[in-house]
Protein backbone atom coordinates (compact mmCIF):
# COMPACT_ATOMS: atom_id res chain seq x y z
CA UNK A 1 0.00 0.00 0.00
CA UNK A 2 1.32 3.40 -1.16
CA UNK A 3 2.75 5.51 2.21
CA UNK A 4 0.27 8.32 1.31
CA UNK A 5 -3.19 6.10 0.83
CA UNK A 6 -1.93 4.26 4.25
CA UNK A 7 -1.48 7.98 6.19
CA UNK A 8 -4.73 8.65 4.50
CA UNK A 9 -6.78 6.02 5.54
CA UNK A 10 -4.74 6.31 9.38
CA UNK A 11 -6.33 9.48 9.44
CA UNK A 12 -9.69 8.80 8.68
CA UNK A 13 -9.34 6.39 11.55
CA UNK A 14 -8.46 8.40 14.05
CA UNK A 15 -10.78 10.71 13.10
CA UNK A 16 -13.98 8.43 13.11
CA UNK A 17 -12.52 7.05 16.40
CA UNK A 18 -12.67 10.85 17.91
CA UNK A 19 -15.90 11.26 17.11
CA UNK A 20 -17.35 8.12 17.95
CA UNK A 21 -15.57 8.38 21.52
CA UNK A 22 -17.16 11.85 21.68
CA UNK A 23 -20.58 10.56 21.13
CA UNK A 24 -20.25 7.78 23.56
CA UNK A 25 -19.12 10.17 26.20
CA UNK A 26 -21.91 12.56 25.46
CA UNK A 27 -24.45 10.32 25.02
CA UNK A 28 -24.89 9.36 28.84
CA UNK A 29 -24.60 12.66 29.38
CA UNK A 30 -28.32 13.20 27.58
CA UNK A 31 -29.98 11.22 30.52
CA UNK A 32 -27.68 13.04 33.22
CA UNK A 33 -28.49 16.43 31.61
CA UNK A 34 -32.04 15.57 31.93
CA UNK A 35 -31.67 14.57 35.57
CA UNK A 36 -30.45 17.80 36.28
CA UNK A 37 -34.05 19.51 35.89
CA UNK A 38 -35.46 16.78 38.07
CA UNK A 39 -35.81 17.31 41.96
CA UNK A 40 -35.38 14.16 43.93
CA UNK A 41 -36.07 13.58 47.64
CA UNK A 42 -35.65 10.72 49.75
CA UNK A 43 -38.33 7.91 49.86
CA UNK A 44 -40.01 6.94 53.25
CA UNK A 45 -39.26 4.09 54.38
CA UNK A 46 -41.61 0.65 53.09
CA UNK A 47 -43.51 3.00 50.25
CA UNK A 48 -44.64 2.07 47.55
CA UNK A 49 -43.81 4.07 43.83
CA UNK A 50 -47.06 4.52 44.07
CA UNK A 51 -47.58 6.25 47.40
CA UNK A 52 -44.37 8.31 46.73
CA UNK A 53 -46.29 9.49 43.50
CA UNK A 54 -49.34 10.45 45.33
CA UNK A 55 -47.02 12.14 48.15
CA UNK A 56 -44.83 13.96 46.00
CA UNK A 57 -47.48 14.78 43.19
CA UNK A 58 -50.83 14.48 44.36
CA UNK A 59 -51.52 11.47 42.45
CA UNK A 60 -50.48 7.53 42.45
CA UNK A 61 -51.11 7.51 38.83
CA UNK A 62 -47.87 9.44 38.21
CA UNK A 63 -45.62 7.25 39.08
CA UNK A 64 -46.35 5.67 35.43
CA UNK A 65 -45.38 9.07 33.58
CA UNK A 66 -42.08 9.56 32.09
CA UNK A 67 -41.27 12.67 34.46
CA UNK A 68 -41.11 10.51 38.20
CA UNK A 69 -38.50 8.49 38.26
CA UNK A 70 -37.17 6.18 40.78
CA UNK A 71 -33.33 6.62 41.61
CA UNK A 72 -30.78 4.00 43.06
CA UNK A 73 -27.71 5.66 44.10
CA UNK A 74 -25.97 2.81 44.58
CA UNK A 75 -26.51 1.56 40.96
CA UNK A 76 -26.17 5.01 39.51
CA UNK A 77 -29.21 3.69 37.46
CA UNK A 78 -33.18 4.79 37.02
CA UNK A 79 -35.20 1.98 37.88
CA UNK A 80 -37.48 0.44 34.67
CA UNK A 81 -41.33 0.96 35.80
CA UNK A 82 -41.99 -2.57 35.51
CA UNK A 83 -39.34 -3.30 38.79
CA UNK A 84 -41.67 -0.56 40.68
CA UNK A 85 -42.69 -1.96 44.00
CA UNK A 86 -41.62 -1.25 47.84
CA UNK A 87 -38.51 1.04 47.85
CA UNK A 88 -36.00 -0.09 49.31
CA UNK A 89 -33.61 2.40 51.97
CA UNK A 90 -31.87 5.14 50.22
CA UNK A 91 -33.69 4.81 46.82
CA UNK A 92 -34.59 8.20 45.57
CA UNK A 93 -38.05 9.85 44.04
CA UNK A 94 -37.45 12.21 41.08
CA UNK A 95 -39.92 14.59 39.83
CA UNK A 96 -39.53 16.98 37.13
CA UNK A 97 -39.58 20.88 38.94
CA UNK A 98 -42.73 22.08 36.71
CA UNK A 99 -44.53 18.59 37.88
CA UNK A 100 -43.89 18.70 41.38
CA UNK A 101 -47.18 18.99 43.88
CA UNK A 102 -47.89 22.47 46.41
CA UNK A 103 -45.16 23.07 48.65
CA UNK A 104 -47.08 22.19 51.60
CA UNK A 105 -46.86 18.33 50.13
CA UNK A 106 -43.20 18.30 49.49
CA UNK A 107 -42.24 19.91 53.34
CA UNK A 108 -42.00 16.78 54.98
CA UNK A 109 -38.86 15.75 52.24
CA UNK A 110 -36.12 17.07 51.93
CA UNK A 111 -34.82 17.61 48.41
CA UNK A 112 -31.00 15.37 47.91
CA UNK A 113 -29.00 15.16 45.04
CA UNK A 114 -29.79 12.51 43.08
CA UNK A 115 -27.27 12.47 39.90
CA UNK A 116 -23.83 12.58 41.19
CA UNK A 117 -20.91 14.43 40.43
CA UNK A 118 -21.13 12.91 36.67
CA UNK A 119 -23.67 15.43 36.33
CA UNK A 120 -21.81 18.39 36.73
CA UNK A 121 -18.61 17.58 34.04
CA UNK A 122 -18.73 19.86 30.40
CA UNK A 123 -19.68 16.57 28.48
CA UNK A 124 -22.75 16.15 30.01
CA UNK A 125 -23.72 19.73 29.97
CA UNK A 126 -22.72 19.64 26.49
CA UNK A 127 -24.76 17.00 25.74
CA UNK A 128 -27.86 18.66 26.73
CA UNK A 129 -27.64 21.20 23.65
CA UNK A 130 -29.13 20.35 20.80
CA UNK A 131 -26.42 22.49 18.78
CA UNK A 132 -23.91 19.27 20.06
CA UNK A 133 -25.91 16.54 18.01
CA UNK A 134 -26.51 18.77 15.40
CA UNK A 135 -22.73 19.46 15.12
CA UNK A 136 -21.78 15.91 15.71
CA UNK A 137 -24.39 14.65 12.69
CA UNK A 138 -22.66 17.27 10.15
CA UNK A 139 -19.12 15.54 11.32
CA UNK A 140 -20.57 12.09 10.50
CA UNK A 141 -21.68 13.25 7.37
CA UNK A 142 -18.55 14.98 6.00
CA UNK A 143 -16.74 11.77 7.66
CA UNK A 144 -19.42 10.28 5.20
CA UNK A 145 -18.75 12.61 2.31
CA UNK A 146 -14.74 11.96 3.25
CA UNK A 147 -14.93 8.16 3.30
CA UNK A 148 -16.70 8.06 -0.41
CA UNK A 149 -14.75 11.01 -1.88
CA UNK A 150 -11.30 10.35 -0.67
CA UNK A 151 -10.31 7.44 1.19
CA UNK A 152 -12.53 5.20 -1.49
CA UNK A 153 -10.95 6.73 -4.63
CA UNK A 154 -7.66 7.42 -3.13
CA UNK A 155 -6.14 3.80 -4.71
CA UNK A 156 -7.73 4.68 -8.16
CA UNK A 157 -6.34 8.39 -8.18
CA UNK A 158 -2.60 6.98 -6.75
CA UNK A 159 -2.65 4.65 -9.65
CA UNK A 160 -3.60 7.75 -12.17
CA UNK A 161 -0.93 10.09 -10.45
CA UNK A 162 1.47 7.36 -11.50
CA UNK A 163 0.37 6.66 -14.99
CA UNK A 164 0.79 10.19 -15.70
CA UNK A 165 4.10 10.44 -13.98
CA UNK A 166 5.25 7.93 -15.99
CA UNK A 167 3.72 9.38 -18.98
CA UNK A 168 5.23 12.75 -18.15
CA UNK A 169 8.74 11.03 -17.41
CA UNK A 170 9.02 9.09 -21.10
CA UNK A 171 7.70 12.38 -22.50
CA UNK A 172 10.50 14.79 -21.12
CA UNK A 173 13.29 12.18 -22.07
CA UNK A 174 12.07 12.01 -25.03
CA UNK A 175 12.11 15.79 -25.53
CA UNK A 176 15.51 16.57 -24.64
CA UNK A 177 17.05 13.58 -26.11
CA UNK A 178 17.78 16.14 -29.29
CA UNK A 179 19.22 18.70 -26.96
CA UNK A 180 21.70 16.58 -25.64
CA UNK A 181 25.02 18.24 -25.17
CA UNK A 182 27.75 15.93 -24.77
CA UNK A 183 29.77 16.44 -21.52
CA UNK A 184 27.07 17.99 -19.96
CA UNK A 185 26.45 18.12 -16.33
CA UNK A 186 22.39 18.42 -16.35
CA UNK A 187 19.80 18.15 -19.43
CA UNK A 188 19.39 21.19 -21.85
CA UNK A 189 15.79 21.23 -20.05
CA UNK A 190 14.80 21.77 -16.45
CA UNK A 191 11.58 19.91 -16.25
CA UNK A 192 8.78 19.70 -13.92
CA UNK A 193 5.45 17.28 -13.65
CA UNK A 194 2.41 18.48 -11.90
CA UNK A 195 -0.37 15.35 -12.11
CA UNK A 196 -4.04 16.22 -10.62
CA UNK A 197 -5.63 12.98 -11.26
CA UNK A 198 -8.80 14.30 -9.60
CA UNK A 199 -9.44 16.77 -12.85
CA UNK A 200 -7.97 14.00 -14.98
CA UNK A 201 -5.05 16.80 -16.01
CA UNK A 202 -1.16 16.28 -16.33
CA UNK A 203 1.07 19.32 -16.61
CA UNK A 204 4.22 18.87 -17.95
CA UNK A 205 6.54 22.00 -17.33
CA UNK A 206 9.64 22.39 -19.69
CA UNK A 207 12.18 25.42 -19.28
CA UNK A 208 15.61 26.70 -20.45
CA UNK A 209 18.65 25.27 -18.20
CA UNK A 210 21.20 28.34 -17.57
CA UNK A 211 22.22 30.07 -20.74
CA UNK A 212 19.70 28.56 -23.17
CA UNK A 213 16.91 29.99 -24.53
CA UNK A 214 14.83 26.85 -25.78
CA UNK A 215 12.04 26.04 -25.06
CA UNK A 216 9.99 29.39 -25.04
CA UNK A 217 6.64 30.04 -26.67
CA UNK A 218 7.68 34.01 -27.43
CA UNK A 219 10.07 33.33 -30.20
CA UNK A 220 10.10 29.51 -30.24
CA UNK A 221 6.57 28.66 -30.41
CA UNK A 222 6.32 27.02 -34.17
CA UNK A 223 9.52 24.41 -32.73
CA UNK A 224 8.06 23.74 -29.42
CA UNK A 225 4.99 22.78 -31.11
CA UNK A 226 6.90 20.83 -33.24
CA UNK A 227 8.65 18.99 -30.80
CA UNK A 228 5.58 18.04 -28.86
CA UNK A 229 4.19 16.72 -31.88
CA UNK A 230 7.14 14.51 -32.46
CA UNK A 231 7.17 13.35 -28.85
CA UNK A 232 3.41 12.19 -29.03
CA UNK A 233 3.75 10.72 -32.28
CA UNK A 234 6.96 8.67 -31.13
CA UNK A 235 5.52 8.08 -27.40
CA UNK A 236 2.11 6.57 -29.24
CA UNK A 237 0.46 6.54 -25.93
CA UNK A 238 -3.53 7.13 -26.56
CA UNK A 239 -4.16 7.16 -23.10
CA UNK A 240 -3.32 10.74 -23.24
CA UNK A 241 -3.98 13.77 -25.68
CA UNK A 242 -1.85 17.01 -25.97
CA UNK A 243 -4.81 19.88 -25.07
CA UNK A 244 -3.24 23.01 -24.23
CA UNK A 245 -0.04 25.04 -24.29
CA UNK A 246 0.65 27.66 -22.77
CA UNK A 247 3.03 29.99 -20.70
CA UNK A 248 3.32 30.14 -16.85
CA UNK A 249 6.37 32.08 -15.77
CA UNK A 250 9.64 30.65 -17.12
CA UNK A 251 8.34 27.93 -17.98
CA UNK A 252 5.97 26.29 -20.88
CA UNK A 253 3.23 24.20 -19.60
CA UNK A 254 1.67 21.18 -21.85
CA UNK A 255 -1.74 20.41 -20.34
CA UNK A 256 -2.32 16.67 -21.14
CA UNK A 257 -6.21 15.09 -21.32
CA UNK A 258 -6.47 11.55 -19.93
CA UNK A 259 -9.18 9.79 -22.15
CA UNK A 260 -11.55 7.55 -20.00
CA UNK A 261 -10.77 4.68 -17.87
CA UNK A 262 -7.78 3.22 -19.83
CA UNK A 263 -4.79 5.01 -18.09
CA UNK A 264 -5.34 3.25 -15.28
CA UNK A 265 -7.21 0.47 -16.39
CA UNK A 266 -10.47 0.87 -14.38
CA UNK A 267 -12.64 3.62 -12.86
CA UNK A 268 -11.14 6.82 -10.89
Known amino acids: MPASLHRLRQTHRIVVGWVASVALAAVPGVAHARVANLTCFATVAGETASQSARRLTGSAAHARSLWFQIY ?16 PPGWRACVLAARAGPADALAPTRPVLSPGPRAD ?22 LAIWE ?44 RLRPLPARRYLDILLAPRGQWRYPNLSDHRANVEYDIGRVMQLLNDDRFVAERLFSQGRWVVLRCFVRGNRATGGGT
Open 72 to 87: DPAAARFVPKDEYGRL
Open 121 to 142: SWIHHVAARPETWWGLALVVGV
Open 148 to 191: TLAVRRAPARLALAATMTDFGRRFVREFERPLFRAGADAPAVAS
